[in-house]
């Protein structure tokens, strides 16, 4: 027996009671609680093992995520240390000095061009000094202990007075040398 919800207003309070006794509910494609209950059961369980399952891929995944992560990290830096290598190389054919030219191998690596500056400057700076101490190494020392002075005492005493007079006046340094020695 079908309940029509629209004369359900009509109906009394027995013919709502003998009507709703007479329902069966499997029969009008309701489900009975035990039905529902081990369907609910069931969806948990595939629930929970679909859960497992994805947490199993999802840690798989993350742990082939993270060695490739490393792996990528690894390379990079891999690519770096050869990069300051290549660098370094060079610095050191150019004549740096070793600890100049790790730093600023280093600095160009990384795109620290002011530092690569400053050390260009170092190296310029020690270059010159190098060189100017070289030029000195090569350079002869004079010879004696100065130029001897083109007058003696013996020509300065033959000249007449005012020859000395003029002597003294044009040349005092000379002068006062054949005096003190």
Same mark, same amino acid.
């Given at each position: ?23 069966? !509910? ?113 350079? !002869? !020392? !004079? ?39």
């Amino acid at each position: 027996m079908k309940i029509n919800i629209e004369n359900c207003e009509n109906l009394s309070a027995e013919e709502k009671l003998a009507a709703w006794e007479a329902l069966d !509910p499997e029969k009008e494609g309701y489900v009975s609680k035990a039905n529902f209950d081990k369907t609910a059961s069931e969806l948990a369980n595939y629930k929970k093992q679909l859960r497992e399952k994805l947490t199993e891929e999802e840690a798989k995944a993350a742990k082939d995520k993270e060695e490739h992560e490393a792996l990528l990290a690894r390379v990079a830096e891999l690519e770096k240390e050869k990069s300051v290598n290549e660098y370094l190389t060079s610095y050191l054919a150019m004549g740096y000095d070793e600890k100049l030219a790790k730093s600023s191998a280093e600095a160009i690596v990384s795109g620290d061009m002011k530092t690569v500056f400053a050390n260009q400057k170092t190296h310029n700076e020690n270059r010159e000094k190098t060189l100017r101490a070289e030029l000195l190494k090569e350079t !002869p !020392p !004079p010879d004696g202990g100065g130029t001897p002075p083109a007058m003696t005492m013996e020509k300065f005493k033959a000249m007449s007075a005012q020859e000395r007079y003029d002597f003294s006046v044009k040349n005092p340094e000379e002068y006062k040398y054949l005096y003190t020695n």
